[in-house]
């Protein structure tokens, strides 16, 4: 076998592998909004006190289209365009952004994850969102650093391993904020 059949085969399986990973954090995520939707249609009103409010929706909004627009940035850096590291940092740079601003948005919240039923979904939704979001950066900063010393370009299969898990974490995040806040 030779080395670039070698090399596709390792491409193709790692690929896998990050699908694989991805399908089963889908079914975990899955699970968790089916218990959402399962307590929210048992209760007789949502948030079932009139003391828990909801967050602004004009900051969750805008943390949404900083998270959205990091796969722009994502998407930039891999389609290997001129200067792709400072679009893959300028990818991290917005997901640390979203991370402080649900940071902030918690803070100020009404309400805790001891505040019943609301409260103990409404936290363990978002901060394990939040807890992805963390996982891809920590991905992301590796590539990044890799990418520095000349170790991995913008067409390396891990570089696109870590893409397909950041996309993942954005579109569960949009579901979640359709989920959680618009609903």
């Known amino acids: ?20 990973f991805i399908g ?6 899955a699970s968790f909004f089916g218990a959402y939707f399962f307590l929210r249609g048992s209760a007789a009103t949502w948030p079932p006190t009139p003391e828990l409010q909801r967050p602004e929706l004009a900051l969750v909004s805008l943390n949404t289209a900083i998270l959205v ?13 001129r200067a792709w590291r400072r679009w893959l940092a300028a990818t991290i740079a917005l997901g640390a952004t979203f991370l402080l601003i649900q940071g902030y948005e918690f ?3 009404a309400f805790a994850i001891s505040d019943g039923v609301f409260g103990s979904t409404f936290y363990t939704l ?17 590539m990044l650093r890799r990418a520095r ?4 370009t913008h067409d390396a299969a ?12 954005d579109v569960v995040w949009l579901v979640l904020f359709t989920t959680v806040y618009v609903l």
């Open 1 to 20: 076998m030779t080395s670039e059949a070698v090399a596709g085969a390792q491409r193709r399986n790692l690929k896998i592998g990050v699908l694989l």
């Open 24 to 29: 089963s954090e889908a079914m975990l995520f």
């Open 69 to 81: 627009s990091s796969s722009v940035t994502l998407q930039l850096a891999l389609t290997g365009r």
């Open 107 to 109: 803070s100020q919240n």
């Open 126 to 142: 978002t901060s394990f969102h939040g807890a992805h979001v963390a996982a891809g950066l920590l991905l992301l900063g590796v």
């Open 149 to 152: 010393r000349g170790l991995v």
């Open 158 to 169: 891990s570089f696109e391993a870590a893409a397909y898990y950041w996309h993942f974490v």
